[in-house]
């Protein structure tokens, strides 16, 4: 099995998956977990022999994708680590697919956000009380884990990916 394969059928959706548990249970999502996106990244491109062309246009759309989700961060919309985790993972993704997958990931994120404004107009069971990520997920002043969404979405667009298809040999 080749270094690409692992990295993109291993590494990425079990860094998605655990920033999605993350920021459900924490509400935050590790700035280690980006830089290991990022760094995964940058080994796949060099074992798949990305160009200069291609290697820009993905370090350019994980530009834009920080530059415009920090200016999200700074006006209060979102979190710093959705952000970091945005631009991690439109650095995969490059221009090709970075529409589709913000697309989706605003989708989910607002079903996400009516699911829990629904939960946070109705009290909490006794039973789940005991529970403190879930009294702080129930917690009108708290935000929303968004990483859910932005995980869910990139494991949707993965397989439509210049890096899934050169990985898998396509």
Request: aromatic share 10%.
């Amino acid at each position: 099995m080749s270094l690409s394969l692992v990295l993109v059928l291993g590494l990425f959706p079990l860094a998605m998956a655990y920033a999605a548990a993350s920021d459900l249970v924490s509400m935050t999502i590790s700035n280690r977990l980006c830089l290991i996106l990022i760094a995964g990244f940058a080994v796949c491109a060099a074992v798949l022999g990305f160009d200069l062309s291609k290697l820009g246009s993905h370090l350019a759309a994980g530009a834009l994708v920080l530059a415009i989700s920090f200016g999200l961060f700074a006006a209060g919309w979102i979190g710093g680590g959705d952000a970091k985790l945005a631009a991690a993972t439109a650095l995969w993704f490059g221009f090709d697919q970075l529409m589709p997958y913000l697309s989706i990931a605003g989708l989910f994120g607002g079903l996400l956000t009516f699911a829990l404004l629904m939960l946070r107009a109705r009290p909490l069971p006794a039973l789940m009380e005991t529970w403190p990520w879930l009294r702080r997920l129930h917690a009108a002043n708290e935000g929303v884990p968004y990483g859910i969404a932005l995980a869910f979405a990139a494991l949707l667009v993965l397989p439509e990916t210049r890096i899934w298809h050169a990985a898998i040999g396509l």
